[in-house]
């Protein structure tokens, strides 16, 4: 059974930094691309950032490029998003996803979220 | 950045009944869209791959159709359960962007 298990949310001031992880199970995490979405409050779902299997390819959202970077452990099953300079309006529940394939495609499976709160 | 325009953002349906949504694309983007259901308080789930192939834990009264700029999603006599909001999501260029949602509700 493929599991995402997201962790590391939590409240941080403004220009804070927070690093989320989401452990992996159930499936062979290298081979398969991943992505984070985000969902700030009574709003929408929201693309952030995504990287190949192979951890070659990486993208993000203008909105957090810069301050974002996304990363995974093949040797740990992990994958992990490294948020710098944290703005309110980065408040959201935030997702990790697996993606179809390894180098993309659409996302099958997700985790539960956890809850990142940017605020003073 | 392609724009994913869905519609309607809400709607009013009865359990039996058929509906459909629509998302429509700024730019062409083939067979590249995905469509996912999300209750409240819930993560997505994925209902939809490829513009109609669905994935192997849905039922089939949901469909999707649709290439180029425009898809739709169609649920045929609605159950209890399919009351969510639906997203669509192109996956053809990155930024991999979402439509804003369409709440379906009783």
């Known amino acids: 059974e493929v599991q995402l298990v997201e962790s590391g949310g939590d409240l941080v001031q403004p220009g804070g930094s927070l690093r989320l992880s989401c452990a992996a199970s159930g499936f062979t995490f290298s081979y398969y691309a991943m992505t984070w979405v985000r969902q700030a409050p009574g709003k929408g779902l929201e693309w952030v950032s995504g990287?190949?299997?192979?951890?070659?390819?990486?993208d993000y959202a203008d909105s957090v490029k810069g301050r974002f970077t996304i990363s995974r452990d093949n040797s740990k099953n992990t994958l992990y998003l490294q948020m710098n300079s944290l703005r309110a309006e980065d408040t959201a529940v935030y997702y990790c996803?697996?993606?179809?394939?390894?180098?993309?495609?659409?996302?099958?499976?997700w985790g539960q979220g956890t809850l990142v709160t940017v605020s003073s | 950045d392609i724009q994913m325009t869905q519609s309607p953002s809400s709607l009013s349906a009865s359990v039996g009944d058929r509906v459909t949504i629509t998302c429509r694309a700024s730019?062409?983007?083939?067979?590249?869209v995905a469509w996912y259901q999300q209750k409240p308080e819930e993560a997505p789930k994925s209902l939809i791959h490829?513009?109609?192939s669905l994935q192997n834990w849905v039922p089939s009264r949901f469909s999707g159709t649709g290439s180029g700029t425009n898809f739709t999603l169609t649920i045929t006599s609605l159950q209890p359960e399919d009351f969510a909001t639906y997203y669509c999501q192109q996956y053809s260029t990155y930024p991999h962007t979402f439509g804003q949602g369409t709440k379906l509700e009783i």
């Open positions: 730019l062409g983007i083939g067979s590249w």
């Open positions: 996803a697996r993606h179809e394939g390894g180098g993309g495609g659409s996302v099958d499976y």
């Open positions: 990287i190949s299997g192979s951890r070659v390819s990486t």
């Open positions: 490829a513009a109609s």
